[in-house]
């Protein structure tokens, strides 16, 4: 399978190629995309709209009209990007690469047989054999590969979903229920509750219309739309519906303006589908190693052709000789030992609730240098909870913690009991029935997030709040709305013998507080003064500036005598006081940090990676998250707070100390490319507030222009291009949309931003261990390949069989290659820096020094001493066997002599010579034992890292046991050419691969002791 | 690749960069340091490879390769030995078989009996003629029983120069691969040769005997010396450094009236009960085919 990441590179030189072409249009269509919305009809009168579309804002278009539009502009839909056939995807993973160059073995192999069928009497099958057995390794790595990248890459499809099917649509004055895709430009459309909005519609009328932007901006809560221009951004004014959108409650008619790929909805597919992205850091690095790889394979391969040629071997020699190399030379099972190690990592990921779905983003995290991470719901727990109090002059903290282990205040003071039951009382959420058993911040609740969050805290305190509205029973109530700015209502007391009402009220402070006359202070109602109101002023700042939502609440006894019991309160006619209130205090919301989010950030900072916070939200608001959760640290400044501390105005500060910033959606939409690269450079702490999905992906590209490899969270619509854009895209389990999570390469199964931190330990170490696994199966290679070597120039018999090369790289290495994938860091990989994708390469020249001319020539004498044993214990000494090889191949030579005069027929020899290859072949295992056991560290001794690897030590039982299989299963001389080795003789290679572990325990000996050495600069991979 | 784009100056500043004085990414110091490093391991390598053979070459012992398993049947080869073994000549054509001639006349030289009276003594026939080491106390050089070219009679080549090419009854000698230690027999016997017609593939791998009509083709043999022996006092061998004159013994078989201008094929094998039979693999343990068509048309 190991051709995924090959595939993943020709397809990737492919789409570069093709975009090439047609690169000046595509680029600006796409620069064209990322800018904000171009919508301009909000601003205009209907009757300018009417006249821009030729419609008519009662009747709708004409007939003929909309078809004549529907004929220019084309369907209403979107239009799916240009995708690759199947059979064509599948045809890149079986050619390129490794496996081009397996192919081309694989050919000559069957070249070669045919030459033999024609030319000898009764040809050896070996030739067809290694030629079948290579092509089935190209064939079947090919189809897993193609198997693994089919499951991507479904955005279009998830786009498709949210399109509706009909429209309801007003022509020549009459609604006819017409198909989606027939809606034009000008067409006048009716949408009611329930309704998918089918195109981008100025509204007309509205009657009490919402719709649910919730996945195209993320914002949660359903919005009113009405015929009036509120804001001069598209996406933020009342008077546009959106394409795809949900109309959640009332009816509204309005005028198309934009459709399909035109909509808001339509750019931001298209954009998402049309994005590049680069290749992933590990694909680049395996790219890189497939290069080298190939490019030795090629270079020994031809010249040894050409130097079998000048010694007069005849053509079919030279062939066989070149499929020996190029088999010795690719490391056929290396690229499935990567997958596989990357698997293992994906499932472990999953287990802490990253799930991937692209196998090469489990690396990508661990090269991840800047996280972009949005607040809502990734660093916040998503609810809002009553995080202060303000009453009796002093603010009180409330616990915010998930699981409510926090400290608790003082509830005692009268004051408090008014407070808790103005917040119960002047409050329309509930809880859901049937959730007694479970704890209070686990109830649902219907209702809006404040007063949820009001409930929730008032329950959790105080006890039922159902109880004790049943006592207090509602009388009149007088909603939220914006222009009042507060909710009120009347209630009977609990006490059945007190005749009075109850008038509770909660909305701005200050509004409420205008309202007040007293306060309540220790459960006295006293005046108010100058000095409370300068007390609540103090208190409501303070609490702003921690970016929570304030709301005020305030109450009244009404007497007696003049609302006596049954007193007909009338919440349209007012007639009750609604000043001269008595103020009992604030309480403030927040969405509050997920209790792992700091720790996670810390950890984050100390693994050098820096974490950026995008969010629509305030940036007051943004900032005291981030400082909550460490985003911006406690010693940190930003301009703003340096100008405030020094009293000098912002442009004097010295820009070498603010080392945080807070940009807001405004300020980036001004700022050029190169002051958002100034900003991204000079900027360790980073808050982006108030930003917009277009922004987000600017941002993101800013962080790719420093050479960051950047990590993306997200969860709307809109976040999708820059998910897709990013390194690796994060999508929400529980809150993300499903095209969001299309255009994501990891899902964070608990939306939680500490499990983005985990996955970023698993991905810096499984590419430590990659480094491993690659040095072990490169190290290989050499005893792989110095027998062709030495069988050309030296015209030995030969040492070393291709069958046998395949046992090693498709059987033995296997299984200890992968055991690598479960060894233990190290050290602490949070404390380093993220990997420079520069300079740190996966296979690096002092990987393939060490693994090619160092371990890799002793495990090659290794495999020549068991050769020479072989050969001299059964008569061939040393010194008799260069040169032999001509009469050793004849067949016609059946009295060969060996050192000690006895004569040998052909397939005695043969059987000799096999036995050799398998001498060698066990050889090769002995060693890799030792290679297995030096690999498990770069820097530390084995003795520090012990053997706790379960896996690894199988590794080296398995393949162990399957090479004695090889050799002594009865059979094994027909099937594969493999003999049974006398017992003397699997300890030929023991003082090698003793060798190879001394020799590497001085070497790392010698990198501890003298860190930056030169042992550590020629030899440290 | 973003490598590509860090080496900046490309190819030409990666084999030489003037401003730091790298050749190949290296300075000259540093290029020395990881050359003398590399001689040093790798004379270390060579040196520690030296001592391993050595220390294996020192377990092996002079007269007698450590393992023999591999021979237990020895091979059967014959002279002359074309490329293919097929012997395919025109007894009107002199030019077609004189250089089987000539090689069985360059074979025999060494068995010519002046050579073997001067290089082997006499021994006594029909045993084994062993001389065994006493104790520590090698008996080396071991002496080598005769075999004189006369014992093959009309094959000897020596009443009649062309070994019967010439007039149809050719001569083949076969020999017998020489194992040290070998000691062929039959239940005490002298092992002997037997050829005979090479039934086809098929029939082979049903064990069936030969068609008669193949042995018909076959015609009359004779072998020399008589029955085909090779007489028990060639054996054992001693190796080429113990027994430096040692002549292998040959048997020659003489076609008498083979069925000419058609193609023959011919197995001979070697009948010994202490010489197990050879692998189906292996076409000459034990065994040996070869193809004879003898034209006799004259054009």
């Known amino acids: 399978m190991g051709d995924s990441y090959r595939v993943t590179i020709s397809e990737e030189a492919n789409a570069d190629r093709s975009i090439t072409k047609k690169r000046k249009g595509v680029k600006k269509d796409m620069d064209e995309l990322k800018k904000e919305v171009p919508i301009t009809e909000h601003k205009m009168s209907v009757e300018e709209v009417c006249g821009r579309f030729e419609t008519d804002a009662a009747r709708g278009l004409t007939v003929a009209k909309a078809a004549e539009f529907l004929a220019r502009d084309g369907p209403n839909a979107l239009t799916p990007p240009p995708t690759t056939p199947e059979w064509l995807k599948f045809c890149r993973q079986l050619f390129g690469g490794f496996a081009l160059l397996l192919w081309t073995g694989a050919a000559l192999c069957f070249a070669a047989y045919t030459v033999q069928v024609f030319s000898e009497d009764e040809p050896a099958p070996d030739n067809l054999y290694l030629g079948v057995v290579l092509s089935a390794v190209v ?84 919005q009113g739309r009405s015929p009036d221009c509120t804001h001069d951004n598209p996406l933020e004014t009342r008077n546009v519906a959106f394409f795809s959108t949900n109309c959640v409650e009332g009816s509204a008619r309005g005028l198309v303006v934009a459709t399909g790929d035109r909509t808001v909805m339509g750019r931001i597919a298209t954009l998402t589908s049309g994005l590049e992205t680069g290749q992933t850091p590990i694909a680049r690095e395996i790219a890189h190693f497939i290069h080298i790889i190939t490019a030795v394979a090629v270079f020994l391969g031809v010249t040894f052709f050409a130097v079998a040629k000048a010694l007069g071997y005849t053509w079919l020699e030279a062939v066989i000789f070149l499929i020996g190399i190029i088999v010795a030379n690719v490391p ?58 303000w009453f009796d002059g002093r603010i009180h903290d409330a616990d915010t913690t998930e699981d409510q282990s926090g400290a608790a205040f003082d509830k005692s003071s009268p004051t408090w009991l008014s407070l808790a039951r103005v917040a119960a009382l002047c409050n329309r959420a509930e809880f859901k029935a049937g959730q007694d058993a479970l704890p209070v911040q686990k109830r649902d609740v219907a209702g809006d997030a404040s007063e949820t969050a009001l409930l929730k805290c008032v329950e959790g305190l105080c006890g039922s709040v159902r109880a004790m509205r049943e006592s207090n029973a509602l009388l009149a109530e007088i909603p939220f709305n914006s222009t009042n700015k507060y909710q009120l209502s009347v209630h009977e007391t609990e006490d059945p013998a007190d005749g009075r009402h109850l008038l509770v009220m909660k909305g701005a402070p200050e509004r409420i507080l205008e309202r007040c006359s007293t306060v309540l202070l220790q459960g006295k109602e006293q005046p108010m003064d100058g000095a409370t109101k300068e007390a609540f002023q103090r208190a409501y700042l303070e609490l702003g500036g921690l970016g929570e939502r304030v709301l005020g609440f305030c109450h009244l006894l009404l007497p007696e005598d003049r609302y006596p019991h049954g007193f007909p309160f009338d919440a349209d006619d007012v007639n009750f006081p609604t000043e001269d209130l008595c103020f009992v205090g604030l309480v403030s919301m927040i969405d509050p940090p997920r209790a792992a989010v700091p720790d996670a950030v810390a950890k984050c900072r100390s693994a050098g990676i820096k974490v950026i916070m995008v969010t629509g939200d305030h940036p007051i608001t943004a900032k005291a998250i981030a400082r909550g959760v460490g985003i911006i640290s406690q010693k940190s400044e930003t301009v703003e707070d340096i100008a405030a501390r020094l009293g000098v105005p912002v442009d004097q500060v010295d820009p070498t100390l603010v080392v945080a910033c807070v940009v807001t959606g405004a300020e980036l939409k001004d700022m050029s490319a190169e002051r958002l690269d100034w900003v991204l450079r000079e900027h360790k702490e980073i808050v982006f507030a ?51 999570k299309q255009a994501a390469d990891m899902i964070l199964l608990d939306d939680n931003f500490a499990s983005i931190v985990t996955g970023v330990e698993e991905g810096r170490l499984i590419f430590d261990n990659l480094k491993k696994s690659i040095a072990y199966t490169l190290t290989s290679n050499i005893p792989e390949i110095t027998p062709f070597l030495l069988f050309i120039l030296l015209s030995v018999p030969l040492p070393l069989g291709t069958i046998t090369i395949l046992c090693i790289d498709l059987g ?10 479960y060894e233990q860091a190290e050290s602490d990989i949070m404390k380093q820096p993220p990997r420079n994708p520069k300079n740190d390469k996966l296979v690096n020249e002092r990987l393939i020094s060490m693994a090619y001319g160092q371990i890799g020539m002793i495990q090659a004498l290794a495999g020549f001493f068991s050769y020479c044993v072989i050969h001299a214990e059964n008569g061939f000494l040393p010194a008799l066997l260069p040169g032999l090889r ?15 005069g006895q004569q040998w027929t052909y397939e005695q020899r043969k059987i000799l010579e096999f036995t050799t290859h398998t001498a060698f072949f066990v050889s090769i295992v002995v060693v890799q034992w030792a290679d297995l056991i030096i690999c498990k560290t770069r820097r530390n001794s084995v003795f520090q890292q012990g053997m706790r690897n379960r896996v690894l030590l199988f590794g080296l039982f398995f393949e162990t046991a399957l090479a004695a299989f090889l050799s002594y299963t009865p059979g094994m001389g027909v099937a594969l050419r493999m003999y049974p080795l006398k017992y003397t003789w699997w300890f030929c290679a023991l003082p090698y691969s003793l060798l190879i572990f001394a020799y590497d325990e001085l070497r790392k000996l010698l990198i501890r002791r003298n860190p930056g050495g030169w042992v550590e600069k020629e030899t440290y991979y | 690749m973003a490598k590509d784009g860090e080496k900046g100056g490309g190819w030409g500043e990666f084999i030489w960069n003037p401003r730091t004085r790298e050749f190949m990414g290296r300075t000259a110091t540093s290029w020395g340091l990881i050359l003398l490093f590399y001689l040093v391991f790798y004379i270390f390598l060579a040196g520690m490879f030296a001592l391993t053979m050595y220390v294996m070459l020192q377990t092996l012992d002079d007269h ?64 084994y003629f062993k001389q065994d080491d006493s104790g520590d106390v090698k008996n080396n050089p071991k002496r080598s029983c005769q075999f004189n070219r006369t014992i093959l009679e009309s094959c000897s080549g020596l009443e009649d120069r062309y070994y019967g090419f010439q007039d149809g009854k050719p001569c083949i000698i076969i020999k017998l691969n020489r194992v040290i230690g070998m000691l062929p027999g039959r239940d005490g016997q002298a092992p002997f040769i037997t050829c005979g017609a090479k039934p086809p593939l098929a029939d082979r791998q049903l064990r069936l005997p030969p068609k008669k009509e193949d042995t018909e083709k076959v015609g009359e043999m004779v072998y020399f010396p008589p029955n085909g022996t090779f ?59 070869f193809k004879l068509r003898i034209n006799t048309h004259t054009d």
């Open chain 1, 332 to 389: 056929e099972g290396l690229l499935a030992t990567v997958t596989v190690c990357l698997t293992l990592t994906a499932k472990r990921m999953a287990k802490k609730n990253c799930l991937v779905k692209n196998l090469e983003a489990v690396e990508t995290l661990g090269s991840t240098s800047t996280i972009c991470s949005d607040k809502t719901g990734t660093l916040t727990q998503n609810k809002m909870t009553v995080a202060h109090m």
């Open chain 1, 690 to 740: 108030r930003t917009s999905p277009q922004q987000k992906l600017l941002i993101v590209e800013g962080c790719q222009r420093q050479g960051a490899i950047v990590a993306v969270t997200g969860d709307g619509v809109n976040d999708a291009p820059a998910l897709k854009r990013a390194d690796i895209g994060v999508a929400m389990g529980i809150s993300g949309s499903d095209v969001s």
């Open chain 2, 231 to 289: 007489n028990l006092m060639y054996y054992p061998y001693y190796g080429k450094k113990a027994q430096v004159n040692y002549s292998q013994p040959l048997v020659a078989v003489k076609f008498l009236n083979i069925t000419t201008n058609e193609d023959i094929n011919i197995e001979c094998k070697i009948n010994a009960n202490n010489i197990p039979p050879g692998s189906e693999r292996d076409k000459f343990a034990g065994r040996v085919s």
């Open chain 1, 886 to 900: 001509v009469l050793w191949d004849d067949r016609g030579v059946n009295d060969l002599q060996d050192s000690y």
């Open chain 2, 64 to 127: 007698k390769p450590t393992w023999q398993d591999r021979l237990s049947t020895p091979g059967l080869m014959i002279r002359p030995k074309p490329e293919t073994l097929e012997i395919i000549y025109n007894i009107h054509r002199t030019e077609s078989w004189d250089m089987h001639t000539t090689a069985l006349d360059r074979f025999l030289a060494d068995y010519n009996n002046s050579v073997q009276m001067e290089k082997s003594d006499e021994c006594v026939p029909d045993q």
């Open chain 1, 139 to 222: 064939f079947i790595t090919g189809c897993f590969s193609y198997f693994q990248e089919a499951k991507s890459s479904k955005i279009m499809e998830s786009f498709r979903n949210m399109v509706p099917q009909q429209a309801l649509v007003i022509r020549d004055g009459e609604k006819v229920q017409i198909n989606a895709e027939q809606v034009v430009l000008g067409d006048l459309i009716e949408v009611k509750g329930g309704d998918r909005i089918p195109a981008d519609i100025r509204v007309v009328s509205a009657h009490g219309c919402k719709v649910d932007n919730s996945s195209l901006t993320g914002e949660s809560e359903p």
């Open chain 1, 812 to 821: 033995t290495d296997m299984v200890p290659a992968i055991s690598l994938a």
